[in-house]
């Protein structure tokens, strides 16, 4: 028999005879009829259901603003009543509806950039043109939302004053020149400073200088320049590769007429010593038997002389006076063989005497 189906007394109530002759109502009709109660002092008899679907709309939006999902790139600060409380790392976490806390996020892993164009006078009051860019990331979220207003208009304003700074205190030539590696690191070296000191919480990756030129209006004469410091520069290689090439070849001679010069030092020098030795050896032979040294000493000369002359067979039995040149004519004696011959007969001479 159905529970509500006519006949055997009045109609039966589930929720009081649910397991056979329950006391009372269930704790959940009581609350629904408290509830019911209590909006319709707000709202009169029909005002109940409003005030039950804002209480509902106000628990789901607290449940649904106390769950924070953070980014793998992010970092989240949460805010109680205005006040840094604690970070959230990546993932889904939970927090205390608004007005209580609140939550900045903060991307930490996207690399930022920004580009700029600057003129400006270099030390030696020439007028150059330069184009940076600049890239960095967020090192330190709570300084990076906190410690000032802007950091990315704060670090454009820093990077134009470092720039500034370095390009100010050089040369037009050294920034054109391939010493610019060294001006960027300066710079970036400086920028890194001020944005400590300000508290940014960002970090510098790269500082470039995409583009160093001079103005337009100087653009002639400027490369006219550019191009006599280019010869020059040309010209100076020309002439190292000479002198690399030259001085050792110079070096090489002056080593050989070096070599050379002591050899002929060492020989005139023994030789001067062994004529000295030979002269003395004659000189005790001489004294020992002066007529057989005097005609050895005639005869060796006669056939060093007479040896490198032309010779003339005289089959006439001594009926003819024949000339014997000790040179065929037409040419000179050997300055070998008449110096030879004047010492030997010089020799000869002195032995004599």
């Known amino acids: 028999m159905a529970w509500n189906e006519p006949g055997g007394g009045k109609q039966r109530d589930p929720w009081r005879d649910s397991g056979g002759g329950g006391s009372g109502p269930p704790e959940w009709d009581a609350l629904l009829k408290r509830l019911r109660g209590l909006f319709g002092r707000f709202g009169g008899g029909q005002g109940g259901g409003i005030g039950i679907a804002i209480i509902g709309i106000l628990i789901a939006w607290c449940v649904f603003d106390s769950v924070v ?37 903060v991307d930490v892993g996207q690399v930022r950039q920004t580009n700029d164009q ?42 134009e004053s470092a720039v500034r700074a370095v390009i100010g205190g050089s040369e037009m030539d050294t920034i ?4 610019r590696t060294e001006l960027m690191a300066r710079a970036k070296q400086i920028l890194q400073a001020t944005l400590d000191q300000y508290r940014t919480g960002l970090v510098l990756t790269e500082l470039n200088f995409q583009n160093v030129r ?22 100076e290689e020309e002439a190292k590769a000479y002198a690399s090439r030259v001085v050792p070849e110079a070096r090489g001679d002056a080593a050989i007429a070096r070599a050379e010069a002591e050899g002929y030092k060492s020989e005139r020098v023994a030789r001067a010593q062994g004529d000295a030795e030979r002269f003395n050896l004659v000189e005790a032979q001489y004294k020992v038997a002066p007529e057989v040294t005097r005609k050895r000493l005639y005869l060796e000369t006669m056939e060093q002389v007479v040896g490198h002359a032309s010779k003339v067979i005289d089959l006439s039995a001594g009926k003819n006076i024949l000339s014997m040149p000790l040179v065929p004519e037409g040419t000179a004696p050997s300055p070998a063989v008449t110096a030879e011959a004047a010492g030997l007969t010089e020799q000869t001479a002195r032995g004599v005497r």
């Open 69 to 105: 999902r953070v980014n793998a790139s992010d970092t989240a600060i949460v805010l109680r009543f205005g006040h840094l409380s604690r970070l959230m790392t990546p993932g889904i976490s939970f927090k205390f509806p608004r007005p209580i806390e609140s939550v900045v996020k």
């Open 118 to 159: 600057v003129r400006m006078l270099t030390r030696d009051e020439n007028i150059v043109l330069v184009d940076f860019a600049v890239q960095y990331q967020v090192r330190d979220p709570e300084q990076f939302a906190f410690g000032v207003r802007d950091p990315d208009a704060t670090l454009g304003q820093a990077a």
């Open 176 to 179: 054109l020149s391939g010493q």
């Open 214 to 235: 001079p103005p337009q209006e100087v653009k002639d004469a400027f490369d006219d320049a550019n191009r006599a410091l280019q010869d020059k520069q040309r010209l």
